[in-house]
């Protein structure tokens, strides 16, 4: 553990392979890297209006203010600055409320009046100091990045992916409208991806895209310009072209050069860094229209890509023996390219806090023509499973000895196993129906999207084809990834919500989804009260992987068919609502073990080695920067303002 604070821990992630490239590829990782950093003031932006200069003036105050850093004032903004920071705003990164710091609107003011105005960067005027001063301690301004709840989704939402004065019916009718006129519709591009949707001076609604001449000019000029340095050091041909056609939606924002540039990004398999970069997840849009920026560079695990490449040669078995109705399977499965990487890299949505395994595109067209790509991030696994070692956890919410043992010998492989099916074949498989609207299902897509790619990976580790596939040890081993799966989606993720509230973030909602269906709708498991503390029980596994396939039959019928109202049904029944006795519970047995319920990842830093006469010998890189200097840095170096 690096430094922990409020909820949140944070860890040190390594990059071994990094030290066994060419100087060639180093160069290459080094500009991919920066270019994947430039765009951090993006997301910032993307996730609130006000975001960017509350963290210039929280930044000023902390290095120039002379107020006292002995009284308890002090204390609680550094452990807000840092909240703001690992969340790239003011709002939780993953229940998306705003912070509610405990210091004083009065002691801010003093702190900020306190720094010599010379020192002032940028310079701020009274009443926009006074204005986010308002935003930052008054618990009733901008209270939810991302609101789910009934009502005006965008009006009750801080996000800045639209004008403050559009309304959702609003948004919602201008892209239904795009939608009827699209040239191609059997193959639409994202409509609203890349833009903020914004409100002329006449009132009309027009989006402002992000490119080179338009929205964020600036810092998408110098992520273009890294990328045309990494060009250079690209490893294939291919990897150039790819290059190029990302530069090109740069420059045009067109979402047509998007998807050129994505169907052409599948087909690179050859070289052993790759990268994203660019508007990707939707999870920051409670419309689930458009994309927060994130970028990241990874080099291939060659050894741990074996299980990766052994499942992605099966695709097709799979799709085929799944339980959904034929009408929604893939008929042919291809395309499908699934590694295990080290990240070397991690920036916008993906910093500090990270996904373990990515799958793209997310266009269903795409990937249902051309294929997509899946990573499980070997490295960042690594560091979660050795941070979650003797912390007492398992000890205090799995009393049964036996699983507890078959978990600590087989949990971490079954996990990432779980993670592989999930991205590598959960999301690629499956298919629209002709004419079923890629966004029927609004509010609930990502919900019902994760947990149809979950399911697939449950229903699939306990597969015999497993075992006979030597991807686990033991034909029970899958019974480890099945107890910590619905011990995590029933009871213990439900220590990352305040008391009173419901559940809101996707992910979230999936893992509740799917434990408290099986829960519900079967007798293989059941919850035990012992001692004043519920334990879960697992009595018929075989039993419970039948409700799974179940399950997934029927979230992917309401994907294929676009039944929004099936989706809000399952959604609203079983991933939304706490029981709050239940939830009092988990929070205080885990408050007695003094643990963070959210981990994070500090990036190595990389450098150029230079001779006398100026030219690069080597790329070093660096794992002692600490979290505050870190970020303190990437606010002075990866800003375009």
């Known amino acids: 553990m690096e430094i922990r604070f409020a909820d949140i821990e944070l860890l040190r992630y390594k990059t071994p392979a990094f030290d066994t490239l060419s100087l060639n590829d180093k160069l290459y990782i080094y500009h991919l890297a920066k270019a994947s950093l430039y765009g951090r003031d993006i997301l910032w932006d993307q996730n609130c209006r006000y975001n960017l200069r ?5 930044e000023n105050i902390l290095l120039d203010s002379t107020v006292s850093h002995d009284d308890a004032g002090w204390q ?38 306190s720094i010599p105005t010379e020192k002032h960067t940028p310079r701020l005027t009274a009443g926009e100091v006074s204005l986010l001063t308002d935003v930052i301690t008054n618990p009733a301004i901008m209270p939810k990045r991302v609101s789910q709840k009934g009502g005006d989704l965008l009006q009750s939402s801080a996000c800045n992916y639209y004008d403050e004065t559009v309304t959702q019916h609003e948004a919602e009718e201008f892209y239904a409208s795009l939608k009827k006129t699209a040239p191609n519709p059997d193959r639409p591009v994202m409509y609203g991806m890349n833009s903020r949707l914004e409100r002329d001076d006449r009132g009309k609604l027009w989006e402002n895209t992000y490119r080179i001449g338009g929205l964020y000019d600036k810092n998408i000029r110098l992520i273009a310009g890294e990328l045309e340095s990494a060009r250079t050091y690209a490893q294939t041909p291919l990897q150039k072209k790819n290059i190029d056609l990302l530069l090109e939606f740069y420059r045009t924002g067109s979402l047509d050069a998007f998807d050129r540039y994505t169907i052409s990004w599948i087909g690179e398999t050859q070289g052993t860094i790759d990268f994203v970069n660019g508007f990707t997840e939707v999870y920051g849009d409670p419309l689930g229209l458009k994309a927060s920026w994130e970028g990241y560079v990874n080099i291939l695990d060659t050894e741990a890509t074996h299980r990766t490449q052994v499942i992605s040669q099966h695709a097709q078995w799979f799709e085929d023996h799944s339980p959904v109705d034929d009408r929604f399977k893939r008929r042919e499965c291809h395309g499908v390219t699934a590694l295990v990487v080290q990240a070397a890299i991690l920036g916008g949505d993906l910093y500090p806090s990270s996904a373990i395994g990515i799958n793209l595109p997310n266009s269903n067209w795409i990937r249902s023509v051309y294929g997509s790509k899946s990573v499980t991030i070997g490295n960042l696994t690594t560091a979660y499973n050795q941070a979650a070692k003797g912390n007492g956890f398992r000890e205090e919410f799995i009393p049964n000895h036996d699983i507890r043992s078959l978990i600590n010998r087989y949990g971490d492989i079954c996990d990432d196993l779980h993670t592989d099916l999930h991205e590598c074949l959960g999301h690629g498989s499956g298919q629209m129906l002709p004419g079923v609207d890629a966004d029927a299902l609004g509010v609930y897509a990502s919900t019902i999207e994760e947990a149809r790619a979950d399911l697939f990976g449950l229903y699939y580790i306990a597969d015999p084809k497993m075992y006979q596939l030597g991807l686990i040890p033991t034909p029970d081993a899958w019974h480890a990834n099945y107890y910590t799966y619905m011990l995590g989606g029933i009871m213990t993720q439900l220590v990352r919500i305040q008391p009173g509230r419901d559940i809101e973030e996707a992910h979230m909602r999936n893992r509740a989804l799917i434990g408290n ?28 992987r039948r409700q799974i396939g179940t399950l997934l039959a029927e979230i992917q019928r309401i994907k294929s068919t676009g039944d929004f109202p099936a989706a809000r049904n399952i959604v609203e029944t079983y991933g939304v609502k706490v029981d709050p006795i239940l939830h009092a519970e988990m929070l205080r047995r885990y408050e007695a073990l003094d643990l963070a319920p959210y981990k994070g990842l500090i990036n190595p830093r990389y450098t150029l080695v230079k001779d006398s006469d100026g030219n690069v010998t080597d790329v070093t890189v660096d794992y002692t920067e600490t979290y505050d200097r870190q970020m303190l840095r990437y606010g002075r170096q990866y800003t375009a303002s």
């Open 76 to 113: 609680s903004f550094l452990t807000y600055i840092r909240q703001v920071w690992f969340a790239n705003g003011i709002h939780h990164h993953y229940s998306t409320d705003k912070f509610q710091p405990s210091f004083s609107r009065e002691w801010l003011l003093q702190a900020w009046n």
């Open 54 to 58: 509350i963290r210039w003036m929280l």
């Open 517 to 544: 269906w099986c829960l519900h709708n079967g007798d293989a498991m059941h919850l035990a009260h012992t001692d004043g503390k519920t334990t879960l029980e697992i009595t018929d596994y075989q039993t419970l």
